[in-house]
């Protein structure tokens, strides 16, 4: 129907995310104008039946069950990555060595040693484009930060704060998912949302974490594994390889002070990501699950009428929004991944670096070893 | 791909609401297991070249500019009307008439009159289904209101309140869109909003609007006209001719008392629509710009205790979100809409009552015309 | 211990209303530097026992049980009625007469006509100043909105709203108390609430409300009667002859809409009275139960960066703060009654004109009695 | 005019905690209903002039300038101390041995010694009650707080997280005070806030912190010495000798993870202390701007219907609340001290232990001493 250039996606992985990415490769092009046309030429899993199934709820035209069929394809021009942690760096190089733009779930890999050869593969293909998917950064209250950050609204920045709040399993009898299991998923709250919340804060103020003292804790030590086939009643029970909280405070590049939280057991809290930062010159607070509002204090503001400002970020002059609905119509969590995947096709269209890069993706991995390091050293200040 | 029946959608305009639905059949077998295929046939308007841009935009795969030449086609099964109120009529009744399942906009038409004449058509129509198109109630939190009172956990309604805030002719120098115009609109902020809180209040409590005093008032009485196309330099006034806002008290059938307040003029308020219920057993609060939150105080509750609760409605066993993010994952106003036609395309495939039905949509249109009646006439009380 | 003149008080009523003044009184001299020594002469009421238990409670030297004993006291300089609204008529004339200052309870009266003859005391008075205890007004965050109306912050005013949000008597044997029995109190939800929201509004806008459309309600007809003496078991029941809810939707002299309720039904709510001004420069809101805070909406500010902006109340240029805490440090409801006799002495010491005055109360008594006429004139609009 | 007991009060100090204590003692009997007469016999400082003023203001009977005159008065029971924190060892020592009681202002002292010192005092003088001024334990909804967490609705603690923010020296001209003097204040936000939220959370929880990693701040190393009295126009400059922020991260005894930020440069936030409570069963939240609120999420409810409720600590079975206002009427800051000493005078009536006591005083000056260590030794836990 179209005269446009074409996109083609390959997905990696067909649960949470690659349901979530899905709805956005599906309905970009009726979302934002664009110059190319997005075709969702193939998702990839390893189960046939399930694979097939998410091939044809979520809207790819074929399915495979072996990645690297995918990696040489002529008409596939992007590699959207949604595995867990272990197998980015495998099939990330290999698509980058190919040719492929490369979209990678974060964190970027389980390990800083493996992020860092990832990046090596980004410096051998330079023309392949390179995103770790930090989908926060992609909020338009968060991003709406940022420009404010940028534009001088809060000058020299005293405190950032962070946390990052599920409580997923807090239930005790709640089983042994891959997620808590170090060999899969490197670390658990750690790498899972703190590592969203570094990116963010980041992001947002331009400052780079510097030094941390960190410690991590796993409340309830073992579990039951998950159901095997053969029907015993009896119930085994394993042992939780990763943290179920992990803290930090510690300082920036710049000298301002950080701190961090990010725990899967603050119970009332399902999936609370916020920040708040403090500056001469102003304040934001955020909160996820209000995630259309960014609270602003303007410090220079008489004191008679100042105060924490409720801004709906719902205009269309707010960051992404001309896209959507009439101001005062909020819009929902997936958008993150449609506005990420915006930026990202952007990026190749117009041959710019996306960002966050893999680089600002190993750097994030690196203030997680950092912490993993300080917690593991009686709390010692650990330089990222 | 698929096996499935196949159900055929035409869609009559193309602008916001043209662009919401838009996005929400693109999107529905994507979300939700249905057993037929939706196909987004055509998409209607007058402006040739616009329709088109729509068309390709929003994923459809023709475009017409005579919905008389949509109604009969055997490929479309249902007439998705979003069109101003002033073509409800016509349009309904001929696409009943020719045996389609027929989805409405709000207000259901521009008077009672012609409200009824469509019910009429749906008389004679007993396998056409229809459904007027109050997206409000499909809004996860209020479903999940309804679904509280139907379980007795209100009890007796004292109070039922419902305002409807938005601001975006504050500016005096806004012009005279068709929205201001009588002839188009039927009325102002009363069939805009208000009809949404009718509607909305009415299904959560079960009650029916019985009697009301009415206010209605246009603050700014005459606007630029829209600029013609002879450049002319000089700013044209036409005058407003509808109401600017809308306020009613009353009571219902069961002895409830009510208190409605919709408006163009709340300064500061983009598009806030809620509603506070105070009963017996219990109480709830609602407020849209908060859409994924719903506040319960449990009157059952030893005071020591007792408070508004804030339920966060993103959990699986929440009204509609099986389909969705996991819990704490917020979702936006568009999705008001999958839910809506998700619902609609269930009753045709389970031949069951759509609702809000036309009915409805005529006893809603009833409380409109007697709040009208009211305000001309001293405000003194009108039966529905 | 002071060479200051002395100001004798003497207080009719000891029950909440008489606990909360006695606060004030006690402490007016610690708090605020005023050229007047407050003495607190004396309390009065009808039960012997109890009355003494209050004055030694609350700090008075003398009780009496005839207010007529003190009216002429000539160390009694300020006549305090806290009594219900059915003799406040009686004592304030007499008080008047007697040269005595006067601050009355609200409503200023339980009829339009008490409330003119006590007026004309007034007149015939000049010397004694005259205040009716509409303590709301003297929250700072209300007394700084006025400010701000005044500063031209909020420009022509569309919208007021207000509300008295109480749930004391839903529970359906709560007693027949005075409160709800006409001839003791006048009126329920009328009188007793919805007349501190009709004063506060007016204070705040400076604009008077010119015709209302009332609605009131008894949602329960019947209570059981406070227990006799005599011990028997049988519960006898008795009518409820005032109003549990009262409703009124209007216009002021300046062509705003108005829009109020009060009830005692409003489950969950204990005290909430607020209220929302939406204007073409700005809006306000205001909840009691958080009466530290104060909302602003600039309309002046760019989109982009425009919000309700959560003032708190507690700095030191803002109304009344400069005698309390250091800023960040909230003070609770007693004060509004510390602020209102400070307002009341000053206007005293310094001979000017007190305000909310008898007049003031008599207005505010006819927009009442304007609702109830309304009310039981099938909702016409009656003018005030 | 009473035959009750009287109990002479001495108060060392006369600033921000001299005059909040004096409303205290001064109304204490008309509040609360106690077999004692409080008798408010002096007022102490340094300033003839300024002392004087205050007994006035405040309504104290004497002042004094030196504190050791008023030690072994017979007409003086209880000593007071509201002076900087150099001098309580001093006075509280000499008090105790003289066999007063003695209520002593947070922190406790400068240092560990100078508590464990005062502790000895305490130990040798066994009828002397003894308590620090933690007033926040007294607010109603962090003692509502306590009695949840006593009665199993958190069931085990997860996290403890207590933030106390102001901004009061935001302003790199604010001049340099004694609190930003460490031989006058000991440390800065520390000892000064930081004391506040370890109490706090240590009464609420019933854990005690264990091991702590710490972080201090100073962001602004110098500021304008306060004029002196020769009017020389040049601005001198000094050196600020204590934290600006104090944080750390850290266990309790029984294993919960705590996080705790203490600052004077989290601008907007005038005065918020606040914590929030994760447990198994439930969890806890509270802001000082909102003090009159506490929030309580159940996790026994099925999540349907759960969410954290908006508990209004405003009822007459919350604790301090039967001496107090109707259901929804707020209190305010100073009644924390009225709580506090309300129960210093019972437990001197009753002759029981008085808490926080000056070993609990200790030991939150150890906490203070084991994250002032790990800050100055690279972050390493510090066992408490």
């Not at 599906?26 to 193939?42: A, F, G, H, Q, T």
């Not at 992007?78 to 290999?94: L, N, Q, R």
């Not at 801004?311 to 991944?337: M, Q, S």
Request: glycine fraction near 6%.
């Amino acid at each position: 129907m179209s005269s446009k250039k074409t996109l083609g996606i390959a997905m990696i992985g067909y649960a949470f995310m690659g349901k979530a990415h899905s709805q956005a490769w599906r309905n970009l092009n009726n979302i934002y104008d664009l110059p190319v046309e997005i075709k969702m030429v193939s998702i990839c899993g390893r189960d046939d039946e399930k694979v097939k199934e998410a091939a044809e709820k979520y809207g790819w035209q074929e399915w495979e069950t072996d990645w690297k069929k995918l990696i040489n394809r002529p008409d596939i021009d992007i590699i959207d990555i949604c595995t867990p942690g272990d197998s980015h760096k495998e099939i990330a190089i290999a698509a980058l060595n190919a040719g492929k733009h490369v979209l990678c779930e974060k964190p970027l890999a389980n390990t800083v040693a493996e992020a860092e050869e990832m990046l090596e593969a980004v410096k051998r293909n330079p023309k392949s484009k390179n995103m770790v998917a930090f989908n926060y950064r992609r909020v338009p209250a968060i991003s709406l930060a940022k420009n404010m950050v940028d534009e001088g609204l809060i000058g020299r920045i005293f405190h950032i704060r962070a946390r990052y709040l599920q409580d997923w399993i807090v239930e005790e009898n709640f089983p042994l998912v891959w997620r808590l299991d170090k060999n899969k998923a490197g670390s658990g709250a750690l790498g899972d949302i703190a590592a969203h919340s570094v990116d963010m804060t980041q992001f947002i103020t331009g400052e780079k974490i510097a030094a941390v003292s960190g410690l991590l804790e796993t409340f309830i030590k073992e579990r039951p594994l998950l159901q095997d086939s053969d029907n015993s009643k009896e119930i085994k029970m394993g042992k939780v390889t990763v943290d179920d909280a992990a803290l930090f405070i510690g300082r920036t590049d710049k000298g301002s002070v950080v701190s961090f939280e990010a725990t899967r057991f603050a119970t009332g809290n399902r999936n609370d990501m916020g920040f708040e930062i403090f500056g001469e010159k102003g304040s934001l607070k955020f909160s996820f699950e209000d995630m259309n509002v960014l609270w602003f204090f303007d410090n220079t503001n008489d004191r008679e009428y100042a105060g924490f400002k409720r801004i709906l970020v719902t205009e269309e002059n707010h960051p992404y929004l001309n896209a959507w609905w009439p101001p005062g119509h909020v819009i929902g969590y997936e958008h993150t991944f449609t506005h990420e995947i915006m930026d990202f096709v952007e990026c190749i269209v117009k041959d710019t670096e996306a960002s966050p890069s893999f680089a600002d993706g190993l750097q994030v991995q690196k203030v997680l070893a950092a912490v993993e390091k300080s917690a593991n050293n009686d709390g010692k200040y650990e330089k990222v």
